[in-house]
């Protein structure tokens, strides 16, 4: 019984290991493409909750560097 419990810690690792690489990729490709607008972030992955993001309201490469602001389902920012 003792090794079924060492296996299932190591397997609950292993899981939180593996999530802790999604989220960085997810982090990843928010920060390196961003939205033009809270509105369109929310509708890419209707998954996102509310929180803080990039987005760059003039468009990737063009004019000012993406900003951070709180975006919300209801799709308006709040700058931060």
């Not at 090794?3 to 899981?15: G, L, P, R």
């Amino acid at each position: 019984q003792e090794k079924v419990k060492v296996i299932e810690t190591n397997f609950h690792a292993t899981i939180g290991d593996m999530q802790n690489q999604i989220n960085e990729i997810e982090h990843h490709r928010l920060v390196s493409n961003p939205s033009r607008t809270c509105g369109e972030l929310m509708s890419s992955d209707p998954s996102l909750e509310n929180g803080i993001y990039y987005i760059d309201p003039d468009g990737l490469r063009i004019g000012d560097p993406p900003i951070r602001v709180h975006c919300e389902k209801s799709g308006c920012p709040l700058a931060h």
